[in-house]
């Protein structure tokens, strides 16, 4: 068999990318191997901005979104007290209060798995479920790649043009190549599973509380409780089921959690979450240590690309993982695209390249919100300032970037690959910013003083959410960032000092923020 594309790993990251590249280029001749047969529970149900444009308007998929999924209302962060006794209506909230100009979407990922296949079948993509890529003869830009399939019908042979990874953590063809899963210095574990019966979050506490966010439904949300060093999350996924789980740094990993009654367990040990799984039934569970991990190699000149979690992955507190799949799937389609169409080496290759740095730099910016600043999450007025900073760039660098498709520029690719140390450096100052002000905090005793009763609208500091997507001349993207910094030091600088009669903070250039420094100086 001879195929265009070869695809290992039938789970969103190929399903996906197999409906893309069959509506970009209806003549190719796509296969997609998936070992299982039929799609289980997965992780990964929230989506971001990002990955909701890709899904909606890239694979034209948002009439089936609104269907079969659902609508999603932002991120939400609730807080608790030191002793986790805070009943939900008295946490401090950051959240919506309406459903976010740009949609986003919980999904169902056992679902969306096995729809993807039917709809990809259907429009003439070689499904093979039940097929194990057991070996694969890595090729070049001359020579195909080889598979090998294994079916109960027995052993079979591929060649194709083009070899994406899609296997999740499987890592299949990292492994063939000898690519080491890197370590990214951000240790977390997770446990987590489904739930029935959980109190809807809608339902609980007063009028006020309710009014509070102008009765948008809370439940809609990706709901995080969270403390220092861990958090947990309430995510919807339809039919009555909520994906429950925990995510924490080693240091606070259990064993426990790995069974069904360790987790639910010690869910319950947190007043806010145990009203809501007061009478919930679990239905499965499932863990995992080495959440976080790097890749030294997206895209290869060689005609191979990795994609999803056989790449890489960094953290799920924002849900960032489906965005790196869009961007990544977006590359490969055009790197497919181009070549079919017959471009030249060199302008392939240059492409490659860029598109492997881009991606390496997305990688190490994407960490540096959250390596080492797990100890920040507990604090509401800590993290209300982190949010603030990182939901901005968000919008105003990341986001904006994705909705002009600049992604697949090479001039804006050049510019920010060229960018890559003064923009990391600029949020390792941050998290220096944060993890000072942590242990100015603590050391006050002041670190849960804002726990109780406040509410900041998730959107607040974000001044340009209309704007995002329309064309708006570099220098005020940049302009818009540099005013988020000064924003952000001079709130963080005022709860540095602790009370009133903070001195006034001097705003600094964007540059100055890009160069390694004490913001708190
Ligand atoms: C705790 C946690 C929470 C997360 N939360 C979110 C979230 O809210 N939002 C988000 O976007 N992301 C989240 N993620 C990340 C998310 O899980 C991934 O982005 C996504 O599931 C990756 O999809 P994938 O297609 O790469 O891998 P998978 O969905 O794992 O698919 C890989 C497929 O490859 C198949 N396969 C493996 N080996 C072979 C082989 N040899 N032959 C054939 N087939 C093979 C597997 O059977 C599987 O179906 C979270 C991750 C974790 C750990």
Redesign the pocket.
């Given at each position: 068999m001879k195929l265009d594309v070869a695809i290992?790993?039938?789970?969103?990251?190929?399903?996906t990318l197999a409906r893309q590249l069959r509506r970009r280029i209806p003549t190719l001749d796509i296969g997609v191997?998936?070992?299982?047969t039929d799609?289980d529970f997965?992780?990964?149900?929230?989506?971001?901005e990002i990955?909701s444009v890709y899904l909606a308007r890239r694979l034209g998929l948002s009439t089936y979104l609104y269907e079969h999924h659902l609508p999603k209302n932002g991120l939400r962060f609730f807080f608790d007290d030191a002793d986790r006794g805070t009943a939900i209506e008295d946490m401090s909230e950051i959240g919506t209060d309406g459903l976010p100009f740009h949609p986003s979407f919980q999904?169902d990922?056992a679902r969306l798995?096995a729809d993807l296949r039917r709809m990809n079948a259907e429009d003439g993509v070689l499904v093979g479920t039940g097929?194990?890529?057991?070996k694969i003869q890595p090729g070049d830009a001359t020579r195909p790649h080889r598979l090998e399939?294994v079916t109960q019908a027995g052993t079979q042979t591929v060649q194709a043009r083009w070899l994406v990874d899609?296997?999740?953590?499987?890592r299949?063809l990292s492994k063939a190549l000898g690519l080491p899963r890197v370590d990214v210095g951000h240790d977390l574990c997770?446990a987590?599973g489904r739930f029935r019966d959980v109190v809807d979050i809608d339902c609980v506490g007063t009028r006020a509380w309710r009014d509070r966010v102008r009765g948008t439904s809370r439940f809609l949300s990706?709901n995080h409780f969270c403390y220092p060093g861990y958090w947990i999350?309430f995510?919807p996924i339809g039919e009555g089921l909520v994906s429950v789980?925990t995510?924490c740094e080693r240091a606070h990993w259990r064993e426990d959690l790995r069974r069904s009654e360790g987790l639910l367990a010690f869910l319950r040990q947190h007043r806010g979450p145990a009203t809501l799984l007061e009478r919930a039934t679990s239905i499965d569970t499932m863990s995992?240590a080495n959440?976080s991990y790097g890749t030294t190699r997206f895209f290869s000149r060689d005609r191979w690309a990795c994609?999803?979690?056989?790449?890489a992955?960094t953290d799920?507190f924002y849900?960032?993982?489906?965005?790196?799949?869009a961007l990544e799937n977006d590359m490969v389609t055009d790197l497919v695209a181009r070549d079919h169409g017959g471009a030249g080496v060199g302008d392939l290759d240059e492409r490659i390249e860029l598109y492997d740095a881009f991606m390496r730099l997305r990688l190490d910016a994407n960490l540096a919100l959250y390596r080492g600043l797990y100890p920040v999450l507990g604090s509401f007025e800590l993290l209300s300032l982190k949010w603030m900073f990182d939901i901005h760039c968000y919008y105003n660098l990341w986001l904006h970037a994705y909705l002009l498709e600049q992604h697949l520029d090479l001039a804006w690719l050049r510019e920010q690959v060229r960018l890559r140390e003064p923009t990391l450096g600029m949020l390792d100052n941050f998290g220096r910013l944060f993890r000072t002000l942590e242990h100015e905090l603590r050391t006050r005793g002041d670190y849960h003083r804002g726990n109780h009763g406040r509410f900041v609208p998730a959107l607040t500091g974000v001044d340009l959410v209309e704007e995002v997507g329309r064309a708006r001349a570099r220098k005020q993207v940049l302009r818009a960032t540099g005013a988020c910094c000064n924003r952000v030091r001079a709130q963080a600088k005022a709860l540095a000092h602790g009370g009133p009669g903070a001195p006034a903070v001097e705003p600094m250039p964007l540059f100055a923020y890009m160069s390694e420094r004490a913001l708190l100086d």
């Open positions: 290992v790993g039938g789970g969103i990251a190929g399903g191997f998936e070992r299982g799609p997965k992780v990964g149900e929230s989506t971001v990955a999904l990922r798995d097929t194990r890529v057991t399939l899609a296997s999740g953590r499987a299949v997770a987590w990706t999350w995510i789980g995510v995992r959440v994609v999803g979690e056989a790449a992955f799920p849900s960032p993982g489906s965005d790196f799949i």
